[in-house]
């Protein structure tokens, strides 16, 4: 079964707005990752939020997770055209110490200039 | 610093034939990782991988699929007599360690189109 879901699977907003995306998980977890995919490409790392973490920020990201509720959620300030990707959050499932990643559908988001 | 290089990015092949994907993990990086993509969906993971060793291959289909890590040279998925099913984009990622607190690096992908 899906791990991470993403809400909403499609979101549009002007430049210089900000966006915000959330995703839900359903089994105790390490970690919550946050990866962005432009069309066409590979996945690329945006933050790792521990599950003894909060809040997380790197430039214009916020990343905050509720273990209680299982969700975390994404936020992009000040948005630019430049963001516009596929946004997915993963979880881990342990394999040996590593961990397979586990993703959600993702939320495609679409900055209008 | 060089990331994982995948390829080729894109592969057609007819019902039938075999695909072999290739994946070099990032410099020093000793584990690798396959994911698949359908189109609109996340990814999912198929197999993990150390040199010469699978670690687990829970989400690879039970026939036609295999991977290996050999000592030298690439990661290679292979997909024996492909059916149009198996179209999507396969990606690789890589990781230094068994860390589960370390992201996985990702590379471009292959692009599977069966004829």
């Known amino acids: 079964s899906q791990q991470g879901e993403e809400d909403p699977q499609a979101l549009s907003i002007q430049e210089g707005e900000n966006a915000t995306m959330n995703c839900s998980y359903k089994?105790?977890?390490?970690?919550l990752q946050w990866y962005r995919q432009n069309s066409g490409r590979g996945l690329v790392h945006l933050i790792l939020?521990?599950?003894?973490?909060r809040e997380k920020h790197s430039g214009r990201l916020r990343v905050t997770l509720d273990t209680s509720k299982k969700s975390s959620s994404l936020l992009i300030t000040a948005s630019r055209a430049a963001d516009t990707a596929s946004y997915f959050c993963?979880?881990?499932?342990?394999?040996?110490?590593?961990?397979?990643?586990?993703f959600g559908q993702g939320t495609r988001l679409t900055i209008n200039p | 610093n060089a990331g994982v290089m995948q390829n080729p990015r894109h592969l057609v092949r007819r019902r039938g034939q075999e695909a072999r994907l290739r994946c070099s993990p990032m410099?020093?990086?000793?584990?690798v990782y396959w994911y698949r993509q359908l189109p609109e969906e996340g990814l999912k993971f198929m197999v993990y991988?150390?040199?010469?060793?699978?670690?687990?291959e829970s989400g690879m289909p039970k026939e036609r699929f295999s991977a290996e890590f050999p000592k030298e040279g690439p990661s290679i998925l292979r997909i024996q007599q492909v059916v149009r099913g198996d179209s999507a984009a396969y990606f690789c990622?890589?990781?230094?360690?068994?860390?589960?607190?370390?992201?996985?690096?990702f590379g471009d992908g292959t692009r599977l189109s069966i004829l």
């Open positions: 993963a979880t881990g499932s342990p394999i040996q110490g590593a961990q397979k990643l586990v």
């Open positions: 991988l150390q040199k010469e060793n699978i670690i687990d």
């Open positions: 990622a890589s990781s230094p360690g068994a860390n589960s607190n370390q992201p996985q690096h």
């Open positions: 939020i521990r599950s003894n973490e």
């Open positions: 410099k020093g990086h000793s584990h």
């Open positions: 089994t105790s977890i390490n970690n």
